[in-house]
């Protein structure tokens, strides 16, 4: 099974930007599509952005568009999350996972969660 660790979450005020990393040891990362998904405190985990197997497509939760880029670093092995302009309901722990993407939607595979990235928006 693919593991990842995330990293860069913090505590930044609303309107602050934020980079999250995602690594992968063991396994090329640029071979496999790579989602980004963010659990809210009491809810579901949701996918926020992806990026396709050869960057072929990425995709991104509406609320999210505009402000939020998803990047790989194939030399680096680590697929980036850059969050501009962050809103306090956007407050969740960050985890990076294996998924489906394609330009209008993202499917996490598989049925485990690595640790997350915490990132807090408030003021």
């Known amino acids: 099974q693919l593991q990842f660790v995330e990293s860069g979450g913090g505590l930044v005020q609303p309107g602050g930007s934020l980079k999250l990393s995602c690594a992968a040891s063991?396994?090329?990362?640029?071979?496999?599509?790579i989602g980004w998904f963010r659990q809210a405190p009491g809810k579901e985990h949701e996918g926020v952005s992806c990026?396709?197997?050869?960057?072929?497509?990425?995709y991104y939760k509406d609320s999210v568009k505009g402000r939020f880029r998803i990047s790989r670093d194939n030399a680096k092995n680590t697929v980036y999350l850059q969050m501009n302009s962050l809103k306090t309901e956007e407050t969740g722990v960050y985890y990076c996972?294996?998924?489906?993407?394609?330009?209008?939607?993202?499917?996490?595979?598989?049925?485990?969660w690595g640790e997350g990235t915490q990132v807090t928006v408030s003021s």
């Open positions: 996972a294996e998924a489906h993407c394609w330009d209008r939607g993202i499917s996490k595979k598989g049925n485990t």
């Open positions: 990026i396709s197997r050869s960057d072929f497509a990425t």
């Open positions: 063991g396994f090329t990362l640029d071979s496999y599509g």
